[in-house]
């Protein structure tokens, strides 16, 4: 089998020698050592590799190179190995500008030249990326097959899963040629998409996301019954938890409806999240969390229903939609929020076939070229808008109120200001959507002057605010009006304790009015609505539940 390849361009013979020496002296064994004296050698250069059906790991391209600079580069670089990791070479001058430019490519690191000591500079980031590139399972998009229809909800659904849990695969159209030859092998016709084959052939007609984790080799079954921690989301909070829970010697289990990350899963980039400079995906924080909280021994079960917690006892029983259940000493709420749904006649028949909520990444090729909507004025919207400019002809960013300012970070509102086709419609709602097949209208409405206008596009993305999804709580845990869960010191009325509470001291500060029974994230009432509160109430989660099991 090929060695798979790590490439480095650089236009300065001396610096290209010197990256391909120091790369063979410690990667030589492993890896194949492919230098370029240009962006376009190095594009030549790949497109053969792809041709001998090789993996490339990991590129080094120069910031400063003549007719095509280490950005543009990367970002054509990725169309032919997208599961490549990518870092910037750049000079200390160039730190800023190259700082800027990787907000247009997803680059994992950039290096200062020069680099030396290797030991400290050079080589902690080329590991980094082989450790990104080995977690992010480089292997053919063909194992997985999913035949269906350009426009259908339940198609975009199973795609969306897939994705989200970084499960490679081949799309394709009901009507194309191999769409057809798949129908036919696999005896279904086009009511029957979508159509998921595995590598092993098996063909699953129109499943759900729990059928489709366990085809593609997810977790889907609890190892035992009880367990020290459960974890009920796998969001950066649940994530968080898990990590420490796991990490700290309890037998941990991460219970997740859909795929671990959460909406910051699905943001096309993080800025401000502590130690990232130069920004991170939601879907590069969210795999190496996964893969940090499984190297420590933490169960993830995916594609799981959570229904239903009972106490009993010392055990906290978690029910699951398919009326099993696990149990465990103690328990941590993660579960989030969802966006809102878009009250508007026409959303609900179209969503999932033009509308849809949150970055829906899958979607971002198709929309080449097209107008493309976004409603929401916080950063998730932001940063979509920013996201789809890259590929759409423009973006529209929709907001009730009059300005970002109020729900915005001030870093999110400098680019949005400086990128041609993005627009900011201020004082704006969507009063209709409109379509046969797929979405073709909407119907925007000034909230000042009540004046409407009807705007063709095909796309049309939602952010507006969050719901705790807490109804399956009800009679459990104490809740605000809103469904977020009281914890700690709101349980607390004129100090006197909750009616329930059964032990001698207060709750914990994240502790809810069940004792065992905590909160971390979005899901509690009052958090901090942001990534790193969210990661850090996760750990301090853990921290009370050990103080909670002491007290048994």
Known sequence: MAKPVLLTVDDDPGVSRAVARDLRRRYGDEFRIVRASSAAEALEALREIKLRGEPVAA????????????????????????????????????????????????????????????????????????????????????????VGHRWSAESYRARDFLARNAVPYRW??????????ILQAAEATAADVPIIVTADGQALRSPSDAEIAAAVGLSVNPATDFYDLIVVGGGPAGLGSAVYGASEGLRT????????????????????????????????????????????GAEMLSARDVVGLEPRGSARIVHFGDGSSIAAHAVILATGVAYRTL????????????????????????????????????????????????????????????????SMSHYLIQQLDVVENIAVRPCTVVA????????????????????????????????????????????????????????????LVDGRRPVQWARPRDPYYLESSVPGVFVAGDVRAESVKRVASAVGEGAMAVTLVHRYLEER
């Open 59 to 146: 590129m080094l391209a120069d910031y400063r190179m003549p007719q095509m600079d280490g950005i543009e580069f990367l970002e054509r670089a990725m169309d032919l190995f997208p599961r490549a990791r990518r870092a910037l070479l750049t000079a200390y001058a160039d730190t800023d500008a190259a700082i800027a430019a990787i907000n247009v490519v997803d680059v994992d690191h950039y290096l200062l030249k020069p680099w030396e000591p290797l030991e400290e500079k050079f080589y902690p980031v080329v590991d980094a990326l082989i450790e990104m590139w080995r977690g992010s399972d480089d292997r053919s998009v063909e194992e997985v097959q999913v």
């Open 172 to 181: 394709h159209g009901v009507d194309e040629p191999e769409g057809q030859r």
């Open 253 to 296: 289990v991460l219970v997740e409806r859909q795929a671990t990350g959460g909406q910051a899963g699905q943001s096309s980039r993080i800025e401000n999240y502590l130690g990232f400079p130069d920004g991170v995906s939601g879907a590069q924080l969210t795999d190496r969390a996964r893969r940090q909280a499984t190297k420590f």
């Open 343 to 406: 009250d508007a006649p026409g959303v609900a028949d179209l969503t999932g076939r033009g509308i849809y909520y949150g970055s829906a990444n899958t979607e971002a090729p198709a929309c080449a070229g097209q107008d493309v909507y976004v409603v929401g004025g916080a950063n998730s919207a932001g940063q979509a808008a920013m996201f789809f400019s890259r590929h759409a002809r423009s973006v529209t960013l929709l907001l009730r109120g009059p300005s970002l300012h109020a």
């Open 432 to 491: 209709e959507a409109f379509g046969e097949e797929h979405l073709e209208r909407i119907t925007l409405r000034d909230v000042n002057t009540g004046e409407e206008q009807t705007v063709d596009t095909a796309y049309l993305f939602v952010f507006i605010g969050a719901a705790p999804g807490t109804d399956w709580l009800t009679d459990v845990v104490e809740r605000d009006g809103r469904g977020f869960v009281k914890t700690g010191p709101d349980l």
